[in-house]
């Protein structure tokens, strides 16, 4: 008989953590239209702005280790109570952050949120392919993040048609010229006091309801999943472990490359919009539908993988997305951008796959393994300023700037291209 994908006995803990994915999902994609915005408002360039996502996902790479010797001291429903204290916090910040109308507190604030989401991303991953069996795992964690679009695509709509279309600082004049950067200082300071208000709302909003989720996990019995060992195995032993793990160990540099360009494709696809001349709000309306892709493949994908095996599907998507931004860079225009969109359709079951192979067969040094994955999510951090900088230069040889900085995402593919070749080639020797 064949192990299911989800047992009953696990199926009430399943859901709640489950839950935690769209959490984690609406902060991820609600963010990545602050880049345009904040560069509008405070008037500063892509290069400075990009670093919302520097702040953002480097949150992550502070927090992981940190999240996860505290679950192996604690236990999993710990480490998610913390991580959903910590994100409420960050979160709440955003009111003196709007208050005092500095770009470096709001930077300070996502800062400290994403520690919250550094914690439940360390904790939530192993915890759900913990329950169950591992021949299930990597199935049973690309159904769990599943839900993680449906929080992102709350994200977009909040940012699409809230956020951005209630900012004053986007208004345009009858030729679509933007009016703010033509105003007084003192017009401009009602301007930007009134729509990093728009900012804040949000994020007040989503730490209140991430405080009610707190309450009930708080007083939910959760199944304690990890080994009585667990804890007395030395932090020093299981990382000379991981290391020479080769499979894990190229999984974490993977990870790296596929964070790095989903964020680029996500925070960019309102630049290279506006370069076509659409506008921001209207831009994110494509991101909407990319979105849309991205959750509708990745339930395709995983019930594909009853029949696939996850290195062979890696590699073939992977293909599929280093097709599509060769489009964004070299055909631009109206086809590139969905291209761009057509991106998320084969970025859907990169991060879970990558994630689920990555930790097969680490057994008590999963949970410190998933802290390398998760501190791996540091490339949202790195490389979209490096993508701004791009973008700044305005034109690289005879391309837009904005077409010619997709080449960084396109690296990214072809390295999990390379690792999905190298983990089925992998599979066949052993």
Request: charged content about 15%.
């Amino acid at each position: 008989m064949k192990p299911k994908v989800i047992e009953r006995k696990y199926l009430i803990p399943f859901i709640l953590i489950t839950s935690l994915f769209s959490l984690w999902g609406f902060a991820n994609d609600i963010t990545n239209p602050l880049v345009a915005a904040f560069r509008s408002i405070m008037e500063i360039p892509n290069s400075e702005a990009a670093l919302i996502q520097f702040a953002f996902y480097g949150g992550y790479g502070t927090m992981a280790i940190p999240a996860a010797l505290f679950v192996r001291r604690f236990s999993y429903k710990k480490g998610i109570l913390l991580g959903l204290g910590l994100y409420a916090i960050g979160a709440f910040l955003f009111i003196p952050a709007a208050q005092f109308e500095q770009f470096t507190f709001f930077l300070l604030s996502l800062y400290i949120l994403t520690f919250g989401l550094a914690f439940l991303e360390t904790t939530a991953n192993p915890y759900i392919i913990s329950m169950g069996d591992e021949a299930t795992s990597t199935r049973r964690l690309n159904f769990a993040q599943s839900f993680n679009p449906m929080g992102s695509l709350l994200g977009m709509f909040v940012a699409s048609n809230y956020v951005l279309t209630s900012l004053d600082s986007e208004k345009r004049d009858a030729l679509g010229n933007l009016i703010f950067p033509t105003l007084s200082s003192a017009e401009k300071a009602v301007i930007r006091t009134h729509d990093l208000a728009v900012i804040r709302n949000p994020y007040v909003i989503i730490a209140c309801v991430v405080l009610l989720v707190f309450i009930v996990i708080a007083l939910t019995k959760m199944p304690r999943t990890q080994s009585t060992d667990a804890k007395d195995i030395k932090t020093k032993d299981s990382f000379k472990r991981l290391v020479k793990n080769h499979n894990y160990r190229e999984g974490v540099l993977t990870q790296f490359f596929y964070v790095a360009a989903q964020i680029m494709c996500w925070t960019f696809i309102i630049q290279y919009a506006e370069n076509i001349g659409i506008p921001k709000a209207v831009g994110q309306r494509y991101n909407i539908i990319a979105m849309l892709f991205f959750l509708s493949s990745r339930f395709i994908s995983t019930y594909l993988m009853k029949y696939l095996k996850p290195s062979v599907m890696l590699t073939i998507f992977a293909i599929g997305a280093m097709t599509t931004t060769l489009s964004v860079i070299f055909i631009g225009g109206m086809i590139g951008l969905y291209c761009l969109v057509a991106t998320s359709i084969f970025m859907s079951l990169m991060f879970p796959t990558i994630y689920g192979i990555a930790l097969k067969g680490l057994g008590d040094d999963s949970t410190l393994g998933a802290a390398g994955l998760v501190m791996a999510i540091v490339g949202g951090a790195l490389m979209p300023p490096l993508q701004g900088a791009i973008i700044d230069l305005g034109k690289v040889a005879w391309l837009p700037a904005v077409n010619a900085s997709f080449i960084l995402p396109f690296i990214c593919f072809a390295v999990i291209c390379v690792y999905g070749i190298r983990t089925h080639r992998r599979r066949i020797l052993d």
